[in-house]
């Protein structure tokens, strides 16, 4: 495509051409609509401002060297946004109209998805909220649906390197029966105080402990958490921490590598029993873990300079099927038809 240097792009933001929109009033859903505006207009008593009332979604587009572009798990993305907005009382999502919209803004800024040398993929970021005047606290009637896509750079630009994590018991990020499981913005604004003092002290993200009792890993930042034990991939059971599509695939991949699946609540000092630790999400799949310290009670845990090679293995194995140069048996990528 003219011009564009895809070496560029991190993970900032970039306008494209498209997004496309629905609206939700008198009780259903309208038509999609298309802008180029990336302004939108919000109503100044709406709930979306006021009390929370938002959600969002995160998924990623790939072409591969077959030319070919796939989306990777949109349907998924589709029953998380819906039970986001079943979680906080939003009007309901249908998954159809999820998938409709994200294809068409796939297809519309279809000029921006990186070509396969770059290693850059195309993100896709829904998003809705309450956008009706709604004063007393209650749920609004109107809401907002926008789908903006964006490229982004290769999350490793250096390669495949582990970076460090730490634990800090002051911050939470989500109540125990609260809002933890589901992809509202409020987790995110409790999460940034202590994802900027890691920054500040040199660390990728905090690994947040349950809530309750500081007891059990959580999740790390914006990504859930995994070890490698033994023959075993690990990650944590919780009731406040987001059911990442990442997770879910790898969980599958391992399993169909031979390997024994623990979704089980993993004790803090668990870590120091792990060859490999990670994090997943859309943002990077793996991103490997070189320590993590519990800065409370000084303890260091380290895995290793380098990434280890069941993670590495994880790693190649999902990102090939996103580009679809690892065959897809379980059919999780849907390939959107460009003309
Ligand atoms: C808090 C949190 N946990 C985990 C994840 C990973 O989820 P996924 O693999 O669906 O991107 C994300 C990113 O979406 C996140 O924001």
Redesign the pocket.
Known sequence: MENINWKEFGFGYTKTDYNVRCHFRDGKWGKLEVSSSDHVDVHIAASGLHYGQQAF???KAFKGPDGKVRVF?ME??AK?MLSSSQGIMMAELPIELFCEAVTKAIQLNARWIPPYESGASMYIRPVLFGNGPQVGVAPAKEYTFIVFVMPVGPYFKEGFKPTDYVIYREYD?AAPQGT?TI?VGG??AA?LRGGHRAHEEKYSAVLFLDSKEKKYID??????FFAIKGNSYVTPKSNS?????????LRQIAEDMGLKVEQRPILVEELSEFDEAGA????AVISPIRKVVDADNNIEYFYGEEAGEVSLKLYETLRGIQYGTVEDKHGWNTVIELD
């Open positions: 979604e995160g998924l798990r998924e993305n998380r990020r933890g992809k987790n995110y999460s999740e790390c930042g914006p990504a859930n921490i987001l059911p990442s599509i990442t997770n879910k695939s997943c999400g859309t943002a």
